[in-house]
């Protein structure tokens, strides 16, 4: 299947190109429009604790927290279907760097927020886990089988990297019950390491 990823700014289309990474780029450029910082988003520079242990995220995840700090309703990445026939409806998947739930993210944001905030990591641990379940309740997973809901994250946590919070395999249920944990146990693995001796820090992991 031959696809192209279309970008859309507060229901707006802005360009189309040829993958997610190019999307992305796209979006950064928004956000640093006369300087070359879209080309790294923070890194090593912005969250160098973490890129000291090899967590400082990935870029998408890095450019999507980056576009939270602007107001936008919504940044969309579309994906198209360019074998359909003429006529058809051609998109087949859609982000929302806005308003998407994705745990893996969501870590990643709680991660980034550490460096940049005040707040003890226990009490970022609880947001975390508590936004998790929040997500879930409001939207994670209506409208499509468990199993469909967890293979949906899977693919977003494949596609635009961070850190690993849903197994590879598993009972989607049971996955999906346990993912509020899930995640928190992963912040909390990585703020173990990336902030050792942290007057902020957590509980040690077990």
């Known amino acids: 299947m031959r696809t192209a990823v279309q ?6 289309g802005h360009t189309v190109v040829r993958d997610y990474r190019s999307a992305f780029e796209h979006i950064a450029r928004s956000i640093h429009p006369t300087d070359d910082r879209w080309k ?15 967590e400082a995220g990935s870029y998408f995840h890095r450019v999507r927290y980056a576009i939270l700090g602007e ?10 279907d360019l074998d359909r026939a003429p006529g058809h409806h051609t998109a087949t998947d859609r982000y929302d760097l806005v308003r998407e739930f994705d745990p893996s993210f969501l870590v990643s944001r709680y991660l980034f927020l550490a460096h940049g905030t005040g707040k003890g990591l226990d009490d970022l641990a609880a947001s975390l886990e508590e936004e998790v379940e929040d997500g879930l309740l409001e939207g994670g997973r209506i409208l499509e089988s468990l199993e469909a809901c ?3 994250l899977r693919r977003y946590q494949r596609d635009f990297g961070g ?13 999906l019950n ?8 992963k912040f909390e693995e990585i703020a173990a390491r990336a902030f050792p001796g942290d007057a902020r820090t957590i509980r040690p992991p077990a």
Not at 7 to 12: D, I, L, P, Q, R
Not at 40 to 54: I, K, W
Not at 163 to 175: F, L, M, Q, S, T
């Open 7 to 12: 970008v859309v700014f507060n229901g707006h």
């Open 40 to 54: 790294d988003m923070g890194g090593d520079e912005e969250f160098p604790m973490l890129s000291a242990v090899g």
């Open 71 to 80: 107001s936008h309703e919504s940044v969309l990445v579309v994906t198209h």
């Open 150 to 152: 967890v293979d949906r």
């Open 163 to 175: 850190p690993e919070v849903i197994p590879a395999e598993g009972d989607a249920e049971e996955i």
């Open 178 to 185: 346990d993912l509020p944990a899930l995640a928190r146990a």
